[in-house]
């Protein structure tokens, strides 16, 4: 190969062995929920912001129904659809489950922090735990989520379920939350420095003790992050308290996008603050793309480059199986690039994003 064509080989290699290493550490460390009980009896509020869920919560809200939380309650985040009727049908027959209409959203707030800062002021639970209205949640999960809280001594843990994907899109797309996660975070560090970047949250599931989430500001302190659960979770970390994350296996789970369309304004939404702006954005979905995509056709002009195409394949294999997923979607991997591009490309037009009807300005 000529010189430049060696150091792209080099950079590529290194950009996937150093994730492989990381990957391969959390394999055998990141923790996964399982069935157990926990030792203390704690009263904890199960808080749901909804906003356009009427499709969603019949699927879903039962199951947090069945958890044994001293409380479940569901803001409707001034819905355009059934949402309120629904949640007014299953407070009907279930006690526990206190349904709030949201107040209107206020200049310089996200809407999903505006509705979990509103639950996290009319719960009443030692023990708080925030999670969407589209994630299932199985016999069990809230005693495995409270003995594991317990098992790690934190004061903040989060959970990324499992991901249910339907569609051919999806499975290109969803699962790279677990490739970026366990890439990226050795777990080892999460749970042995102090340093804030390692650390996380998914704002599908966190739990809080209420004195810890008052400690880093609650969501008012975040209230126009797009990122706000990570930075959360950082924040936590930073000011010395203990914290746990933890996969869902097969207690958690969720079907965050239900079409292509909803999947790129999904993930187009934070890519770009994800990344830390537009020009690192696209450093990235050039790096990506030779990694996991040009790779495969370049070997056919070299060989070696079948050594990073490989190491691409692995990674989502051994993600995969980590997460409770079909291991075979490593053979997806070389097309990751087509949808990848299609939501930077919407990110990096747009200085605007649209969620749930509500429009707002996008990171620069």
């Not at 989060?158 to 994907?165: A, E, L, M, N």
Request: with cysteine; aromatic share 10%.
């Amino acid at each position: 190969m000529s010189p430049p064509a060696t150091a792209l080989w080099w950079l590529v290699t290194l950009f996937l062995g150093v994730q492989l290493a990381v990957l391969l550490i959390n394999a055998a460390t990141f923790p996964v929920l399982a069935p157990a009980e926990p030792v203390r009896r704690r009263r904890v509020s199960l808080l749901v912001p909804a906003r356009n869920e009427a499709a969603t919560l019949p699927e879903t809200l039962p199951g947090l129904l069945a958890q044994g939380a001293a409380e479940v309650i569901v803001l409707d985040d001034n819905s355009t659809d059934d949402t309120l009727r629904v949640l007014q049908g299953f407070a009907a027959e279930h006690p526990q489950l206190r349904v709030l209409r949201g107040e209107p959203l206020p200049a310089g707030w996200g809407g999903k922090n505006w509705a979990c800062y509103q639950l996290a002021g009319a719960a009443s639970g030692e023990l708080v735990v925030f999670t969407d209205a589209d994630v299932f949640w199985e016999r069990g999960a809230l005693g495995a989520l409270l003995a594991f809280a317990e098992r790690h001594d934190a004061v903040y843990a989060s959970v990324w379920p499992r991901q249910r994907t339907h569609t051919l899109f999806e499975r290109l797309t969803v699962p790279l939350i677990d490739l970026i996660l366990l890439g990226y975070l050795p777990y080892p560090a999460v749970r042995r420095t102090r340093d804030a970047a390692f650390s996380a949250g998914n704002g599908q599931c966190m739990l809080w003790t209420r004195s810890a989430y008052l400690q880093v500001g609650g969501h008012r302190a975040f209230r126009d992050e797009v990122l706000e659960d990570v930075r959360m979770g950082q924040r936590a970390k930073g000011k010395g308290l203990k914290v746990a994350l933890a996969l869902g296996g097969e207690l958690l789970s969720t079907r965050m996008y239900r079409s292509a369309e909803e999947t790129v304004a999904g993930f187009s939404k934070n890519i770009v603050a994800a990344h830390g702006g537009r020009p690192q954005l696209v450093a990235s979905l050039l790096l990506n793309t030779l990694a996991y995509t040009l790779a495969w056709p370049l070997s056919l002009w070299h060989p070696l480059w079948l050594v990073p195409a490989a190491m691409g394949a692995f990674q989502r294999a051994l993600t995969c199986f980590k997460t409770r997923r079909s291991p075979l979607e490593a053979f997806l991997q070389p097309l990751m690039a087509f949808p990848l591009w299609r939501v930077g490309w919407r990110a990096l037009l747009s200085r605007t994003y649209t969620w749930k009807g509500r429009t707002y300005g996008g990171a620069s």
